[in-house]
């Protein structure tokens, strides 16, 4: 065997070791906001890494999926061969939502109102109901869930790994092509700040007071959607999501006294609504940025082929001698 292949190989393996791990801290870090049986969260993260990674590296990582889902299903499970379920729909979810993405042609940059469209609904909504549906089944017939409370389940199962795709992946995305901004000025870095502080204090408010203030989160990430495109958006609706759901496990605020289903129906109503927000609105700007920016340079050439081709006056014209 060549060195080049060995080293392709090598390669090759540290990719799926680096994306199954990623997938398990991620996971690690979901699973603290779990509300069902230790292991159904409203975000779950990794869903949002393993498509993430399946579109910058191709369909060859998802061995680093399925290690990923495993190892974070093992000690959870009810039992081997419903952790081994679990684990193929963890996998099949991801992969059948990058296949249907890649045959939409959608692109990573997430620059027109088509690929943030094309995220929503096949990448989080229709790719998610894999996993829900194999997973919540399997706990089901396990013995782990009742039968009664499929619904439930399946309906945290789901919002919580379409949210990671939500929220998560658009992040992980605008994070791998991110360049430290030359040329921003004081106001620029001001902006930035005072946008962080912003989101941090509207949602302490809306989060802790018995009223329900979520609302006041939507105008700071248009503002971030406006000013910062994706993103600024992106890490706001992240740090949104986050605190709303936190507040929802604690019961605190809004979520005080309310049970499980009145609570998810908030939550990820809400959720659902911040992501949609950041998501689409910044992909709408940034599209109308570059048509405006395409505009300006096809008026620049239309103003150049008319300079052209303009007639000369004919006193300017020459003379034989």
Not at 154 to 173: C, H, I, N
Not at 261 to 285: P, R
Not at 287 to 295: K, Q
Request: charged residues 15%; hydrophobic residues 55%; neutral net charge.
């Amino acid at each position: 065997m060549r060195n080049e292949e060995i080293r392709g190989y090598g390669s090759a393996a540290l990719r799926i070791l680096a994306v199954a791990a990623v997938y398990y801290g991620s996971a690690e870090l979901g699973l603290l906001l779990q509300l069902v049986r230790g292991q159904v969260t409203p975000l779950w993260p990794p869903t949002g890494v393993a498509l993430a990674a399946l579109l910058v590296l191709g369909l060859r990582i998802w061995p680093g999926i399925a290690l990923g889902a495993l190892l974070v299903n093992l000690p959870i499970g009810p039992s081997l061969p419903a952790v081994l379920a679990i684990t193929a729909g963890n996998t099949l979810a991801p992969v059948c939502a990058y296949l249907m993405l890649r045959r939409s042609g959608f692109r990573t940059e997430l620059d027109r109102l088509r690929d943030g469209l094309a995220l929503v609904f096949l990448g989080a909504l229709a790719g998610m109901l894999i996993s829900s549906t194999v997973g919540t089944g399997v706990l089901v017939l396990a013995g782990a869930v009742e039968g009664g409370d499929f619904w439930p389940t399946w309906s945290v199962w789901w919002t919580g790994d379409a949210m990671g795709v939500l929220v998560v992946t658009p992040l992980l995305l605008v994070l791998r092509r991110i360049r430290w901004p030359r040329g921003a000025g004081a106001g620029r870095w001001a902006e930035a700040v005072a946008l962080l502080v912003s989101t941090l204090l509207v949602m302490l408010l809306a989060t802790t007071a018995s009223a329900t203030l979520l609302f006041l989160a939507f105008p700071v990430l248009i503002w971030a959607a406006f000013r910062f495109r994706l993103a600024g958006a992106a890490p706001c609706a992240l740090a949104v999501s986050t605190m709303a759901i936190l507040a929802a496990a604690h019961g605190r605020g809004p979520f005080t006294g309310q049970d499980l289903f009145s609570s998810m129906v908030t939550l990820q109503a809400f959720n659902g609504s911040t992501a949609l927000t950041a998501l689409l609105l910044s992909a709408v700007i940034t599209e109308r940025n570059a048509t405006h920016e395409e505009i300006k340079r096809v008026c620049a050439r239309l103003e150049e082929i008319v300079a052209d081709i303009e007639p000369r006056d004919p006193d300017d014209r020459p003379t034989g001698g």
